[in-house]
């Protein structure tokens, strides 16, 4: 790090001990699985010093930001419009929610079996280990799974600042109506909390710089798909991740900065495997940081990750918000359309994830796709087996949780699909 944060985390209310234990073993499982990977692009040197700054620099800004009066939004899913929280000037960050942290106190509030997405959110705010969360003026649920909307309830006890939007299990016309309904409602609510008005220009702005960043992230997307891909998917994963952290516009510049890169290296016909080597493309639940452990089994069992059928990925950009709009009531709409196109296994049906799922296997130019569903995560681990039926490429279900036990076992089950794809 730059400097020394400590009066800033004493000020935050972090627990300073169990933090440095924190930051620690993310810095030492950062160069284990990021920095000893050969033939990096330059480009990634950005995105290693924002991990470098996760609780640092980033923080800081934050910080600054809201000394300005400009509000922090915390959000767990992406039906969350990032583009109304830029329109009233706030910050948009997307929170801790992927390692094992602070289970033990989580379990003291939701069981055992619950998803480990769930009790790390909860764990790393009852250990006092995420400052984003402490510098958040609202956290923005959703009642996507039943259990996200159950440990909301107790979030809001614990923090006080838990708003939850209400996302149906359909698409019909009714549901489409509740829905729009909702984005309105959150628009009231962030106009209320940050006393300013969405104008048509300030939604037009954030539209555009949501997009950009979308763009931008298709662009690397696209990219993958080169035999030899220029950028493992380590590499590709953690844009993805630091997509929901990061300034927007800087985000973009830095992700198009490493795209031009990229295409330079795909014109040298340079990647960071032999040609030939096995593509897998991932699906299903959403990775957040620092959940880096099924693309570091799958890269080092001989195959390289592609793309990611999930939030913390494809789902999160594959959608542009139509700017074609004339009024804020206009923009709304535009948006409450786009965010209910995303496939999330939540919904019932959900055919468009098949559908969705064989296009990308198609332009991604892969050889298999490996299903990862959290354990206790209903929705996924059913709809992967649906799935299996419906698609005629090699296909691998695993279910797994934040934990290092079963890495020896999953390794084991990945090298051996890969091998039946080469
Ligand atoms: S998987 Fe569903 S609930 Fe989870 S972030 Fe994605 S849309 Fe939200
Ligand atoms: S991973 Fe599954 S169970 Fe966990 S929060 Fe997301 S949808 Fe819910």
């Not at 990061?246 to 992700?255: A, Y």
């Amino acid at each position: 790090m730059t400097k020394d944060y400590t009066p800033l985390w004493k000020e935050i209310g972090l627990d300073l001990a169990k933090h440095d234990g924190l930051l620690s073993v993310l810095s030492d499982a950062y160069k284990n699985i990021y920095l000893s990977q050969k033939n990096r692009p330059e480009g990634m040197k950005y995105f290693d010093f924002v991990i470098s700054e996760v609780h640092g620099l980033r923080i800081e800004e934050l910080y600054e930001a809201k000394k300005e009066k400009r509000k922090i939004i915390g959000t767990f899913c992406v039906y969350v419009p990032e583009e109304l929280i830029l329109a009233v000037d706030g910050v948009f960050v997307g929170l801790c929610a992927g390692a094992e942290v602070g289970f033990e106190e989580a379990e003291k509030y939701v069981p055992r079996n619950t998803c480990a997405l769930i009790k790390a959110f909860m764990g790393f705010k009852l250990s006092g280990l995420c400052p984003y969360v402490e510098l958040t003026d609202l956290i923005v649920g959703e009642t996507t799974c039943d259990g996200k909307k159950k440990a909301y309830e107790i979030f809001d006890e614990i923090t006080k600042k838990m708003y939850v939007m209400e996302i149906p299990n359909m698409k019909n016309e009714m549901d489409r109506e509740l829905w729009h309904k909702e984005v309105i409602k959150f628009k009231d609510k962030l106009e209320e909390i940050s006393g300013k008005e969405i104008t048509l220009d300030s939604l037009k702005r954030a539209t555009e710089t949501v997009n950009q960043k979308r763009l931008a992230l298709q662009r690397l997307s696209k990219l993958r798909a080169y035999d030899p891909p220029p950028i493992s998917g380590l590499d590709a994963l953690l844009v993805n991740q630091i997509s929901f952290y990061d300034d927007p516009v800087r985000f973009t510049m830095k992700v198009n900065e490493l795209c031009d890169e990229l295409e330079q290296r795909v014109r040298e016909g340079k990647g960071v495997v032999p040609k030939g080597t096995p593509k897998i493309l991932i699906s299903g639940s959403p990775f957040a940081i620092p959940n880096w452990k099924l693309h570091a089994i799958i890269e080092n069992s001989g195959a390289v990750a592609v793309g990611e059928e999930s939030c913390v990925g494809n789902r999160n950009f594959r959608e542009l918000t139509d700017e074609s709009f004339n009024s804020v009531e206009e923009g709304i709409e535009k948006i409450a359309s786009r965010y209910i196109k995303i496939d999330c296994a939540c919904f019932t049906p959900n055919n468009e994830r098949i559908d969705n799922l064989k296009s990308l296997f198609n332009e991604l130019k892969a050889d298999g796709v490996i299903h990862y569903s959290l354990q206790f995560c209903t929705p996924y681990m059913i709809e992967a087996f649906k799935i299996e039926k419906k698609v005629d490429f090699p296909y691998m279900r695993i279910e797994t949780d934040y934990s290092m036990e079963d890495f020896g076992q999953l390794k084991t089950r990945v090298e051996a699909f890969i091998e039946t794809l080469k």
